[in-house]
């Protein structure tokens, strides 16, 4: 029903900026929250940021004043601004559907980010 494709990962020194991208199609009328998340080797999948109507964001502690979530409400797209990138940012990224009954209604594909020198 959600499709959901992302793009914009790759390699990048600390300190460095990349930007995620996340397209949602499909039954977009039933996705009340978009997230990110992310999972690096050996470590569990942990909660990035969020974005919920009507212009609510969450972000976690360790992202938070580096890491922005926004959207672009007429190509049905959010996006992860990532600055001051460090070593422990490394991980793949993944982009989520959330319901109005809380549920995930779809997984984004994936996307390696990668911070070293």
């Known amino acids: 029903q959600v499709q959901l494709v992302e793009s914009g990962g790759g390699l990048v020194q600390p300190g460095g900026s ?7 199609s499909g039954s977009i009328f039933s996705i009340y929250a978009m997230a990110w998340y992310r999972q690096a080797p050996g470590k569990q999948r942990e909660l990035v940021a969020g974005i919920f109507s009507p ?3 969450n972000i976690a502690d360790s992202v938070k004043g580096r890491f922005t979530i926004s959207r ?3 190509k049905n797209t959010v996006y992860l601004q990532m600055n001051s990138l460090k070593s ?8 989520a559907a959330v319901g109005g009954d809380k549920t995930f209604l779809a997984w984004g594909q994936g996307t390696q980010v990668t911070v070293s020198s």
């Open 88 to 95: 422990e940012d490394t991980a793949v990224y993944y982009c």
């Open 18 to 24: 990349l930007r995620l991208s996340c397209a949602a």
């Open 72 to 74: 672009d409400n007429a």
């Open 55 to 57: 212009n609510g964001t």
